[in-house]
């Protein structure tokens, strides 16, 4: 029997209604997929033409009737027809022929399938893939879950999006390879100690992708040249950001911004959050509170500051916008039952993202009541989107069914504003947004970690949930510094919290100030309706004299780094690579790297530490190997390769210089 077949560049395997394929996708990478009676389906969800592919490198071999060979400069995929059932096993080494992924074996007693498809109605399939897993293998990436763990060995994680969680399923191994599960089906995946297994709940067929590498920045770096690299970081990106729940007035924005202003604090983003409109839906500014918001801008712009407004894909029934957009069929649809697919002021549905038609209708609406006033700018709140019960079952995209389809929302979210501002000719752009999917950096994402407790712990699980997501694909990330539930502006305890955040927040891609503080405030319209409420002052001067100068001091920091910063950003856009990163990036030869949850790199010259239990006076720091370290804060020198002991006063965060790149130096951190 000829089990094999040569196609071009691509290797062939065919057997009882399965066909699996293997195509050389970029540089020591291939794309596998596998179909059950049907053509493969060659389209992508995700992975765009490779970058510095060369054919060249690739060889094939059909050694016999039951064995072949495919290579693509530093990955080897192996391929066996076993005896029992004449079913395929797949191997991948690298180039010294160490064993990367091996899929379990098939048949036997127990009768198991590697690729395992379960037929549905309709044609679909649920779908299994299941790999041997080493209990030495660490695992990094997979999006942003909210946990307080870095290696996910063991880790069960769901393949969906929810507020605060954003399924990315790409991950690098400890092994030296990079693995994406190329599937936009709500699923999960199982990092067993036994048995790797990923799950596609319903899905045509199998599509993945995997590279080899010697380092993690290899691995990353062909992972972006398939997947797409952000954008440069606009100038407005490297400073402080103030935001908060919620600036309800024009004249608030205005005396805000003033403040700053008379207090020779930079400051280059400040943000208008939800509920500045009408209704959701309507996309424009509730002129009873925005009266005039082109001049409102303009006088924003004229002190430097540029204005950010936050944008939901909520459509309530009642917006001036519903009863088009639901004749247009440019909704997200329910398949039973009543569609009000969030509660939130009122019964709300979702515009469809996934369809070009609402892409450009939704944009128009933007383009008149924001970007022709000069919003350059927008924060795409409810990115997931934030279905009420999370049933994604229950749910109908242009694209196809949620189960199917569904984790691609959050990235043609994205999409659809990059697209729209680049037809004005905007270029370097940035757009915050709740979450993001395989492929979202190249529209301009920033991601932050969505509406997260204010609370240790919580702030522990973001420095977590900022070096996976790098790792994932992502460079752009923030969180809401304090937190965005629970934090009381006259607690003593968070306000401790928020200055350990607020200095964290200095070393990530974007510093952003947000939350909803406590006591809020009931605001009611001319009309006698009550509207979204308005949390307590959030700006650095409303927590005490010792806090604003501490807050001051960073967002100085801040400023200090803005060259610095923009070289991060400009490897990110050339080269994929993040701008937090994780000890191991940088030391992949040093074993403790690979173990620390609570350390990062800014860069490859800026070790952070930050204090993330409350009331610490000291903590214990790793300095990895081979070179010596600087204090930023004492100038101090320390032996890499070793744990230190480090006074953290609460004006101070150990921040450490690798010796000889301290052109950059940042002065009593």
């Known amino acids: 029997m000829d089990f094999f077949q040569k196609k071009e560049n691509r290797l062939i395997f065919r057997y009882d209604g399965e066909c699996v394929m293997f195509t050389p996708w970029g540089k020591d990478a291939f794309r596998v997929q596998s179909s059950i009676l049907s053509d493969i389906n060659e389209e992508s969800v995700a992975l765009q033409e490779p970058e510095n592919f060369s054919e060249d490198v690739v060889k094939i071999e059909v050694l016999d009737e039951r064995h072949a060979v495919i290579r693509n400069g530093r990955i080897t995929a192996e391929l066996f027809v076993q005896e029992w059932g004449n079913a395929l096993q797949i191997i991948y080494k690298n180039q010294k022929g160490a064993v990367l992924l091996r899929e379990i074996t098939n048949g036997g007693a127990l009768a198991r399938k590697a690729r395992k498809f379960k037929a549905l109605p309709g044609g679909n399939f649920r779908l299994k893939v299941s790999f041997e897993s080493d209990s030495e293998e660490k695992i990094f990436g997979m999006g942003q879950y909210q946990q307080e763990k870095m290696n996910l060995k063991g880790c069960n994680l769901e393949l969906a999006h929810r507020n605060s969680q954003a399924s990315i399923p790409f991950y690098i191994s400890s092994f030296g390879y990079g693995f ?282 973001q420095i977590c949930a900022g070096l996976h997501m790098g790792l994932s694909g992502i460079p752009w990330w923030t969180t809401d510094i304090g937190g965005f539930h629970g934090g009381n502006i006259h607690d003593p305890e968070f306000v401790e919290l928020l200055l350990r955040w607020f200095q964290f927040g200095t070393f990530c891609p974007v510093m952003r100030l947000h939350g909803l503080r406590m006591p809020g405030e009931t605001i009611i319209n001319q009309d006698g309706e009550e509207r979204e409420w308005t949390g307590a002052d959030n700006e650095i001067w409303s927590y005490g004299e010792e806090a604003y100068q501490i807050m001051v001091k960073f967002i100085r920091i801040r400023e200090m780094m803005r060259d610095y910063t923009r070289t991060l950003m400009k490897e990110a856009h050339e080269t994929g690579t993040p701008v937090m990163r994780t000890l191991f990036y940088e030391f992949p030869e040093d074993a403790p790297c690979w173990e620390i949850t609570d350390e990062y790199m800014y860069g490859a010259d800026i070790l952070v530490a930050p204090v993330c239990y409350e009331k610490a006076e000291s903590r214990k720091v790793y300095l990895p190997a081979g070179i010596e370290w600087v204090s930023a804060g004492t100038g101090e020198r320390f032996a890499g390769g070793g744990w230190h002991e480090i006074l953290t006063p609460i004006d101070t965060l150990p921040v450490f210089l690798r010796e000889g790149r301290q052109g950059y130096l940042i002065h009593r951190v």
């Open 180 to 461: 994406l599960w190329h599937n936009a089906s709500i699923g999960e995946v199982h990092f067993g100690l036994n048995t790797t297994e990923w799950v596609a709940e319903d899905t045509r067929q199998m599509d993945y992708w995997i590279t080899a590498g010697d380092t993690p920045a290899e691995i990353e770096e062909q992972y972006a040249a398939c997947t797409g690299k952000v954008p440069m970081m606009p100038e407005y990106g490297l400073g402080f950001w103030q935001c908060k729940l919620r600036y309800y007035n024009q004249e608030q924005v205005l005396q805000i911004a003033r403040e700053y202003k008379k207090r020779q604090i930079p400051v280059d983003v400040i943000v208008i959050d939800y509920y500045h409109w009408p209704r959701c839906g309507d996309w424009r500014f509730d002129e009873e509170y925005f009266p005039a918001p082109a001049k409102m801008v303009e006088e924003l712009h004229e002190m430097g500051i540029e204005t950010m407004v936050s944008i939901w894909p909520q459509v309530d029934w009642r917006s001036e916008n519903f009863e088009e957009m639901k004749q247009q069929g440019l909704l997200v649809k329910i398949n039973a039952g009543v569609d009000a697919q969030m509660i939130f002021h009122g019964n709300n549905v979702f515009m469809d993202a996934t369809n070009p038609r609402t892409r450009e209708y939704v944009w128009e609406k933007c383009r008149k009541n924001y970007a022709d006033l000069g919003i350059h700018l927008f924060w795409l709140d409810e990115a997931e989107p934030e279905f009420t019960t999370y049933d994604f079952d229950m749910y109908r995209y242009y694209a196809g069914a949620v189960s199917e389809t569904g984790n691609i929302y959050p990235r043609e979210y994205s999409r659809l504003f990059f697209e729209g501002q680049q037809s004005l000719g905007q270029k370097d752009i940035v757009n915050l947004v709740r979450c993001a999917w395989v492929g979202s950096q190249k529209y301009g994402a920033l991601v932050w970690s969505g509406d997260i407790w204010s609370s240790y712990e919580d702030f522990r699980k």
